[in-house]
Nanobody, 117 residues
Framework: EVQLVESGGGLVQAGGSLRVSCSTSGFTFDDYAIGWFRQAPGKEREGVSCISPSDGAVDYLDSVKGRFTISSDNAKNTVYLQMTNLTPEDTAVYYC??????????WGQGTQVTVSS
């Protein structure tokens, strides 16, 4: 059974940092890209970052470039999103998802990140 479990969300002040984790199981970790998405209240879900664990290729939403860093620990089947210099606009529920080719097929339950001003 494929599972993705996010953790590490919380409340942080503007300018602070937070790391969220996506622990995965039930599939060959190296074979699939993993993405981080977020959805703020009243807004559409947007892709934040993604990583290909097999070769380390990464991509970022323009608004988080230079502030967020995605990484993977292939031994732990876990993907991390290190977020720095957070702003209230980063407040959202953060989800990780597994890609199958260009589409996502499995999602985690999400973790709340709240940035206070």
């Amino acid at each position: 059974e494929v599972q993705l479990v996010e953790s590490g969300g919380g409340l942080v002040q503007a300018g602070g940092s937070l790391r969220v984790s996506c622990s995965t199981s039930g599939f060959t970790f190296d074979d699939y890209a993993i993405g981080w998405f977020r959805q703020a209240p009243g807004k559409e879900r947007e892709g934040v970052s993604c990583i290909s664990p097999s070769d380390g290729a990464v991509d970022y939403l323009d608004s988080v470039k230079g502030r967020f860093t995605i990484s993977s620990d292939n031994a732990k089947n876990t993907v991390y999103l290190q977020m720095t210099n957070l702003t209230p606009e980063d407040t959202a529920v953060y989800y990780c998802a597994k890609f199958d080719s260009f589409f996502t097929d499995y999602w985690g339950q999400g973790t709340q990140v709240t940035v206070s001003s």
